[in-house]
């Protein structure tokens, strides 16, 4: 008869700790013999028909190892942070201590035992987590240089207060660079460190970013980015990318730009570059599968053929 009383409805629908359970009212005893509980691991159990859901994992997790954290891709993922797509669906499970506390033995979790500063930790809708910034130095023994970028990147972005709630960048390459020097012998750190010369403030998204180092990788000269076709003005149209002295944009268009009013709004932004004299170049998701080397020789050719513009010409021997 044990058996068939139903669970608290609390407890029916993610993991949960010994604790949560027995302020649900269940006791050890109820927490061995039911058939619709399972052990996960010491003092963590779930419901025996739970379909797995990253952030309850995660949030169960950290609510029965005190002094832990979660790290490394778990806390990517639940930031939200752009990841290359062998990482991007993970649904790893990673925990990280401190020296003084034992290392992490878990069934199905990889622990990390770390030094940390107070500030590199935080507390996020009930879960205990590496900071954004923490988050990306951990990742760097992991992630190639290209991939570290797009994180970084994301991360020093200065943004859109009107779509996404926030006034300011989740960090600066300032506080990057120190978090890195706070931590001169961790795994990664020399390519943390070279991922920091190549980052840029800017870039709105990854492929903006991998679309940059190809460029670099090519040859081609930096681009500015977020170039305004009327420099300091609010409502001028904007290339993701470009040249202005030679009067090339050049735009990436992700999934969102099939909307259809946001298609409209593409044109009237590429017409008024081109009736600008400016050539626009436009990117997508095939050119990225490409690693954007079809799109450097497209680059490189309106680049060139700028360059042979006599009034384009003339404007850059002026510097304007």
Known sequence: MQNATPLPPRLTTAPFTRDEAEAAGLKQWHLWNRVKI???????????????????????LS??????????????????????????????????KPRHLPSVRRKGVIGHTVVAAEDEIEHVQGIWMSTRARTWLDLARRLPVRDLVCMGDELI?????????RETPFTTLEALRKL?????NLQGVVRAR???????????????????????DAGIPEPELQVQLRPNDPFSPSADLG??????AL????????????????????????????????????????????ATQKIKRALRSAWQDPAVSAGFSRGT
Not at 157 to 165: A, K, L, M, Q, T
Not at 180 to 184: C, F, G, L, T
Not at 266 to 284: M, P, S
């Open 180 to 184: 890195v020097e706070r931590h001169k």
């Open 63 to 96: 609510a029965a190892t005190p002094g832990a954290w979660i790290s490394h891709v778990t806390a990517a993922r639940l930031q939200g942070t752009c990841l290359p797509p062998w990482l991007s669906d993970s649904n790893e499970l990673h925990l990280s």
């Open 38 to 60: 399972e052990g996960v691991s010491r003092g963590l159990y779930r419901p025996s028909d739970w379909d797995f859901e990253l952030s309850a994992a995660a949030r169960s």
């Open 243 to 248: 040249f202005r002295v030679r009067r090339v």
């Open 194 to 216: 070279e991922a920091l010369g190549l980052m840029r403030v800017g870039a709105d998204s990854a492929p903006e970013s991998l679309l940059r180092l190809a460029m670099l």
């Open 157 to 165: 972005r200065i943004p859109r207060p009107d779509f996404e709630g």
């Open 251 to 294: 735009q990436y268009d992700g999934g969102h730009h099939f909307d259809q009013e946001q298609i409209f709004s593409d044109r009237r932004r590429d017409k008024a570059f081109e009736a600008a004299g400016w050539t626009v170049l436009k990117f997508g998701k095939n050119d990225l599968a490409d690693n954007f080397s079809s």
